[in-house]
């Protein structure tokens, strides 16, 4: 088995992110402004708060983008108005061949949109089925892996994308990639990039789409309700997240990959092998020499491993979680739940990992046959 994750930035580039937003932030707000919870309700000439809207001229300025918009539904909801945006029912999107995320799936199915699968690392048939259906009107793009072998890079997708069909819109589901790389796809010529903030140290349902104007506009639009709006005291919270998750990624993507080298180097018996994959978050997957995946998990949740995610690396995640293989991966080899498990180290160090999963294997080898 052979994988591709996605390569995080390193801690100095994670500094400088964090260092670039605050700087954005005192150019869009005044200190005392920064220090109060934020404003309610929907504002004369701009039906939003004005915090909100501040806080959305601070992303869409730190994105590099024409405009920022904070929605409810996180990144699922953040995807669906952005697919709104420029799709009707039975028209056709352009979508890679590979299991669609499942929340992505409900709102592709629900919306009647056909998609056109094709395989992503294949630049010439990539192009070719863009030219051979005239009618599709845009493309999504996942920035993480949907295989476990997938190897594309987003950047390459998109300029084919364009070079066979300029005038296709690009919709890129950034969910654990924003703040993790060094760009996003509307950095890399996509018209959208839609992700969740609560996976980013933000309030719980909050989303963020960043692009262009035109489609921006558009979902305004839809959310044009009181009832719809991001209050501010959310907007504001969502961008504190968002000033801490890079740096604390970055250490995050460091612990994994001082794990990967420790337990490849044998220090637990019984591990067959560590590797990186995103799936869907950039996690470590750990391969038993024997079935006994399950029961690791259930010893896991005993020593202080948190057993399944809330928001998938939400503010509320600090302690390591253990849990099952994901269902695309399952679907390439099924025999993979009973032998391996992934984990995110969220805010742990090394050894607390090491420690919990090598007091589980000595536990279930005394309790058992293994």
Do not use: W
């Not at 352009?94 to 669609?100: K, S």
């Not at 919709?171 to 760009?183: F, P, Q, S």
């Not at 801490?244 to 995050?252: D, G, K, S, W």
């Not at 490849?264 to 590797?275: C, D, H, L, V």
């Amino acid at each position: 088995m052979k994988t591709k994750p996605l390569k995080s930035i390193s801690m100095e580039e994670a500094q400088r992110m964090q260092f670039s937003l605050v700087d954005i932030v005192t150019k869009h707000f005044q200190g005392d402004e920064i220090l109060s919870l934020g404003d309610l309700g929907v504002v004369r000439g701009m039906n939003k708060p004005r915090y909100t809207k501040k806080v959305e001229e601070v992303l869409a300025e730190f994105f590099g983008v024409e405009k920022a918009k904070l929605v409810r539904g996180a990144g699922t909801g953040a995807l669906r108005y952005g697919l709104m945006s420029f799709l009707k029912p039975n028209e056709k999107i352009l979508v890679h061949d590979a299991p669609i995320y499942p929340t992505s799936k409900t709102t592709i199915d629900s919306m009647s949109i056909i998609p056109v699968a094709v395989d992503f690392h294949d630049n010439e048939q990539l192009i070719k089925t863009i030219r051979d259906n005239p009618d599709i009107k845009g493309a999504l793009v996942q920035h993480t892996r949907q295989k476990i072998d997938d190897n594309y890079e987003i950047d390459e997708v998109i300029k084919t994308i364009k070079t066979a069909n300029s005038s296709l819109t690009i919709i890129t589901d950034d969910n654990y990639a924003a703040m993790k790389v060094k760009h996003i796809g509307a950095q890399a010529g996509a018209d959208l990039s839609t992700f969740s903030l609560f996976k980013l140290l933000g309030p719980e349902g909050i989303g963020l789409l960043v692009g262009k104007t035109e489609h921006i506009e558009k979902i305004e639009e839809l959310n044009y309700s009181g009832g719809s709006q991001v209050q501010g005291y959310e907007a504001l919270e969502a961008l504190r997240g968002l000033i801490y998750a890079p740096v604390m990624l970055a250490i995050q993507a460091e612990v994994n990959e001082k794990l990967v080298d420790r337990l490849n180097e044998g220090i637990i018996p019984g591990i067959k092998r560590a590797f990186l994959a995103n799936a869907q978050s950039k996690v470590l997957l750990v391969e038993f020499e024997e079935p006994i995946a399950e029961e690791v998990l259930k010893y896991a949740n005993e020593l202080g491993a948190a057993p399944n995610p809330i928001g998938a690396e939400s503010k509320y995640e600090f302690v390591p979680m253990f849990y099952k293989v994901s269902g695309t991966f399952l679907s390439a080899d099924p025999t993979l739940g009973k032998r391996m498990i992934r984990i995110n180290p969220m805010r742990s160090g090394p050894d607390t990992v090491i420690r919990i999963i090598d007091t589980s294997i000595k536990t279930i080898k005394s309790n058992s046959q293994y």
